[in-house]
């Protein structure tokens, strides 16, 4: 069914009463600065009847149009750049990497009813937060933990230039017997892909729980170290990058990257 001839685009609307540009009417709409009938409403294509009131908030302002940058707490079973390798390690820099077959994306679970209600951040959820949002801290299929999505030019070249010396930290279940001076060989003495590791910071979190901070991880790598002393790894989840953390982040919800907050 076709709109009313008398029906306009909201950011038309809204540019003829402020009389101003388009593209400023849309930014302010995109800021979800504007009602229609006291509905707030971010699309600036939302068509629009003459009856209908369509009002600018006080104190709107142009100056919070600026990129995010979004903390996911990934669940495992869903995709996120890695694909379904087994268990792989979870720093391989890559943003585009195989894919796992029916697994949703974790991208779909940026969604305003997923923002983390602990959020310290003050910024308002905005529709737009969730476009052109690109990840360069990929995590296999099974993993779980940290994802970092970000419409951010400078974060996106911090990541995509500084991953390999970006400390990760990572919490891994694992079932089995581990062998004599297996926690010693863990932190240094191992080798991967025929290369000799270097020394990495690795301890016991509880009976089954092993925590890694390590730089410069590559897919399979933890699993193989903890292969190697006996050890089988059930699950791994990643809580920090660099010098950001997951926080009180609930599985499946996500937060803003604050502004005083660097990798």
């Not at 306009?8 to 009463?17: D, G, Y």
């Not at 989840?237 to 009180?248: E, H, N, S, T, W």
Request: positive net charge.
């Amino acid at each position: 069914m076709q709109n009313p001839p008398e029906h306009v685009r909201l950011a038309k609307r809204l540019a003829e009463q402020l009389n101003c540009s388009r593209t400023t009417a849309e930014q302010y709409i995109e800021g979800g600065w504007v009602s229609v009938d006291g509905r707030v409403v971010e699309a600036p294509g939302a068509r629009v009847s003459p009856g209908q009131t369509v009002a600018l908030a006080q104190g709107a302002s142009l100056l919070e149009l600026t990129p995010v940058t979004l903390l996911l707490h990934k669940p495992a079973g869903y995709e996120a750049g890695l694909g379904a390798a087994p268990l792989q390690g979870p720093g391989h820099h890559q943003s585009h990497g195989s894919r796992s077959q029916g697994a949703p994306q974790a991208v779909t679970l940026l969604r305003a009813d997923t923002h983390a209600a602990e959020d310290a951040s003050g910024i308002r959820v905005l529709q737009r937060h969730f476009r052109q949002l690109e990840c360069f801290t990929p995590l296999p299929t099974p993993a779980s933990g940290l994802v970092v999505y970000t419409q951010d030019r400078r974060v996106a070249r911090k990541l995509a230039e500084d991953i390999e010396s970006l400390e990760q930290e990572c919490i891994v279940t694992v079932s089995g017997q581990i062998a004599e001076r297996g926690l010693e060989r863990l932190c240094h003495g191992l080798s991967f892909n025929g290369r000799p590791l270097p020394p990495i910071k690795v301890s016991w979190q509880n009976e089954n729980r092993l925590r890694f901070a390590l730089k410069g991880i590559r897919p399979g790598q933890i699993p193989s170290m903890c292969e190697a002393v006996g050890l089988q790894v059930e699950a791994i989840k990643r809580i920090r990058i660099g010098r950001v953390p997951l926080a009180k982040v609930p599985e499946g919800g996500w937060r803003f990257l604050q502004g005083w907050e660097r990798f």
